[in-house]
């Protein structure tokens, strides 16, 4: 899995990649890493990339040539890259979607600035456009950051345990049930007795019995999905 990340500040970013799993996968050569800077294709003498909004506005919006160049370029290198934006208007980046683009073999991550980018460039270019909630931040990097994390942890052989992605939270509706470690008591508090004794089809109805509670308490909406979904399985029976 190759990712691309089309920034203005590269260097906000690249620490990410230093430490832990994603680093070993890189290391490993799972995962391959590279950047674009649209300032080294703009054709202003004085590398600018933004200008003044159409029709008025507060701010400034990153220009189309740069970009367009910047993705022209990388589409000659790489005919099959998936061009993914970051943008407050997308749709919501869910567990599903990382999955699907896990299977992808490159992906293209743009980061707006300023005010965001030039709405054209999007049209011609964009494979796909992502959200990853409805707040505003100061660019598209953090939002990359968290979409290639979640996609790359589900690439084979990034995690060193692969059977821990089947129960984890948003696989089946569920939040994952809560995990506990030593010591059995701490500040009073202890782990619950179930998961000492060793009977695996116990601990597993405790675990789900655990995620259901969690799930209807913090994500009443996806304990809903849920318990529909269940529901639907019965009634084919």
Known sequence: MRFTFVTLFWPLM??????????????????????????????????????TMAGGGAGMVMMPQPLFDTLKHLKEDSPR???VFTTPVGKPFRQSDARRLAAKEHIVF???????IDERVIEIWADECFSIGDYILTGGE???????D????????????????????????????????KPKVFHN???PSELLKGNHSKINALK??????KTQYFRPERYLKF?????????IY
């Not at 789900?208 to 509670?213: E, G, I, R």
């Not at 318990?227 to 009634?235: A, L």
């Open 150 to 181: 979640a996609i790359g942890r589900i690439v084979p052989g990034v995690l060193g345990n692969a059977d821990s992605l089947a129960a984890e939270s948003f696989e089946s509706h569920l939040l994952e049930a809560p995990a506990f470690t």
């Open 208 to 213: 789900k019995t655990m995620a259901l509670s």
């Open 142 to 148: 953090l939002p990359s950051l968290v979409m290639a």
């Open 14 to 51: 690249e620490g990410y990649f230093g430490d832990s799993i994603l680093q070993r996968a890189i290391r490993n050569g799972i995962l391959r890493i590279d950047h674009l800077n649209p300032r080294d294709f703009t054709t202003d003498r004085h590398r600018k990339v933004d200008d």
């Open 227 to 235: 318990t529909q979904r269940e529901s639907d399985e019965k009634s």
């Open 110 to 116: 743009v980061s707006g600035r300023y005010e965001g």
């Open 189 to 191: 508090l202890s782990i």
């Open 81 to 83: 890259a998936h061009i």
